[in-house]
């Protein structure tokens, strides 16, 4: 697959809205492939299920397509799709009353079954050596995910995950920023207490950046 | 001075580049002389590192296809 997922910048992303106003629609598929996976991650963060993550991420897009004339100039495409997104996904978890699903203020029981991303799966080209190691990693990041609350783990995709900043964050999920720092703050503690075995084990050397050298 | 309790308290601020200068300072001096805490931040800073990278979580196959099949029909094509 050569499609590309790097987002493109702010410039080149409101031409590309404008002209879609304009009537070249078609172009939508470019305009919506940087974001893809992104979508399918928020809506499988509420609904944990890959059939469903998948329908509404497809409903939430189409969404999008129908109502991308009506997005604001100040608005960011990203911040404003995930928010149609995470609608999507609860009200179709409300509609489908689903008692598995957690409840927003309860931690999750976690644990048995379901871990984040399904294992079969994997869309992505790395060499085969690194993806038996990456393999491992996204186990652990998905149980560690698994575990979380729902309001913990979609503050934590979205801030972390998707690098959407605390004000966009707040945006897309309809919650105040300080709410975001608090709950973001909770979900990074437990997520590092979940993972820092881990690190025991031999990741310490396989990360490109020593003590005071971060890429951030 | 700044205690492990308030490194615990700013650990997310830390890691964000979101506190003052003068308490960044103090937080740094702190974490020279606190193993424990210098872990925490270490291991925080790596889990933040993993996870930033959207490829260590997977999308179903084919799910991309898929969806740019239903753009087309929404676009009125087949």
């Given at each position: 697959m050569t499609t590309s997922t790097e987002s493109p910048s702010p410039g080149a992303e409101a031409r590309l809205i404008e002209r879609i106003r304009q009537g070249e629609r078609e172009l939508f598929h470019d305009l919506i492939r940087p974001y893809e996976r992104s979508v399918y991650l928020a809506a499988y963060s509420v609904l944990r299920n890959e059939a469903d993550a998948e329908d509404v991420a497809q409903e939430a897009i189409l969404k999008a397509m129908t109502h991308v004339g009506e997005l604001r100039a100040d608005s960011k495409f990203k911040v404003w799709l995930l928010s149609i997104t995470y609608n999507e996904a609860k009200m179709r978890r409300r509609k489908d009353h689903k008692h598995l699903y957690e409840s927003v203020d309860e931690p999750d029981e976690g644990g048995e079954e379901g871990e984040f991303m399904p294992r079969q799966f994997a869309d992505w080209r790395e060499i085969p050596s690194e993806a038996l190691e990456r393999k491992e990693v996204r186990e652990a990041v998905a149980r560690a995910l698994e575990k979380l609350p729902e309001r913990h783990r979609e503050i934590f995709l979205l801030r972390d995950?998707?690098?959407?900043d605390v004000a966009e964050t707040a945006a897309a999920l309809g919650i105040s920023a300080p709410a975001v720092k608090t709950r973001l703050h909770r979900a990074r503690l437990q997520m590092r207490e979940e993972l820092?075995?881990?690190?025991?084990?031999?990741?310490r050397d396989r990360i490109p950046f020593g003590k005071g050298k971060k890429p951030w | 001075m700044v205690s492990c309790q308030d490194v615990l308290r700013e650990l997310s601020n830390f890691v964000d580049g979101e506190v003052d200068p003068a308490l960044r300072a103090e937080i740094e001096e702190h974490l020279k002389g606190c193993h424990r805490c210098s872990v925490l931040v270490d291991s925080t800073h790596k889990v933040l590192y993993v996870v930033g990278d959207e490829r260590v979580f997977t999308v179903p196959v084919g799910y991309s296809e898929r969806l740019h099949q239903r753009i087309d029909q929404g676009l009125g094509r087949k």
């Open positions: 995950v998707q690098h959407l820092a075995p881990f690190f025991k084990k031999g990741w | -």
